[in-house]
């Protein structure tokens, strides 16, 4: 087994892959099976969780096209970049795999599950995107300090919550605005396609997620089979950093176990 970093991401090695037109930064560490990470709109973010994760899987967080240095004006929806996102792992030779998409990546995440589920071992969302009824659309329009209290219930947790980058926000922004307003807050077509989809699915909230309310996350547990919700207590939108041992607990419990998870149908919450 191998030891998990003090630093976040220290064990991560970077490698680009050319797919669909793009060259594709990732970022990678651990042995196992392959565990695909797709980030929210802030970019890659190497986490704790990610590291404990990596005890047990090989992890690969992609660096979605447009979010580095690369620009990406052709995507024009969601599907998209889901698509993009496929051939990438194709690209890496990977004919199955578990899928873990956060917030902006958990929406993108959504569509690769419904366009490709017969590559999915299992589905992983962490506040996603996907539905966002009563949403606060986080943005420059926001100060440090609110935006803050939107993704963080601990911001003093390693890492240390830091407000964006206003060049890198400028560059992402307007590609996160674009791909979200092509799909509705709640999407019925989509909801359609959610009962279709048998991939094993876990969607995780934290109950003080500031950016998407949680309810959003019970969309999947009525209308997808083979789902479930979690809330994990005392984190926000960022649920990796607020809460990372209550985050890789639960998920890595769901991608071991298999088809033999369960959790109890009177609570939904985790507070450990």
Do not use: K
């Not at 991401?9 to 990732?26: K, S």
């Not at 005890?55 to 660096?63: A, H, P, S």
């Not at 960022?238 to 890789?248: H, K, L």
Request: net charge negative; glycine share 8%.
């Amino acid at each position: 087994m191998t030891t998990t970093p003090t630093v976040p991401g220290a064990a991560f090695t970077e490698h680009a892959v050319e797919a669909d037109g793009f060259t594709i930064r990732y970022f990678e560490t651990g042995e196992g099976d392959a565990l695909v990470v797709l980030h929210g709109a802030g970019g890659p973010v190497f986490s704790p969780a990610l590291d404990i994760l990596a005890d047990r899987y090989r992890v690969i967080l992609f660096e979605m096209p447009g979010f580095g240095e690369q620009p990406n004006d052709r995507h024009q929806s969601l599907a998209e970049m889901a698509a993009t996102i496929d051939a990438a792992t194709r690209a890496l030779g990977l004919e199955f795999y578990h899928l873990l998409g956060t917030s902006f990546g958990g929406a993108v995440a959504t569509h690769l599950a419904l366009n490709h589920s017969e590559r999915l071992a299992s589905l992983v969302l962490e506040a996603p995107a996907t539905f966002r009824v009563g949403s606060t659309p986080p943005g420059p329009h926001l100060a440090p300090d609110e935006m803050r209290r939107m993704f963080r219930r601990h911001p003093e947790r390693v890492p240390a919550w830091q407000p964006p980058d206003p060049s890198a926000a400028a560059r992402v922004w307007p590609l996160v605005g674009r791909l979200l307003a092509e799909t509705p807050e709640y999407d019925e077509q989509l909801v359609a396609r959610l009962s279709t989809c048998q991939v094993r699915t876990l969607v995780v909230f934290g109950d003080y997620d500031g950016v998407t309310p949680s309810d959003n996350g019970r969309v999947f547990r009525r209308h997808m089979p083979n789902s479930h919700f979690v809330l994990v207590h005392d984190a926000a939108h960022d649920i990796q950093a607020d809460r990372p041992e209550a985050f890789a607990d639960v998920v890595g419990d769901f991608l071991t176990r298999g088809w033999s998870f369960a959790l109890p149908e009177e609570s939904t919450l985790i507070n450990p």
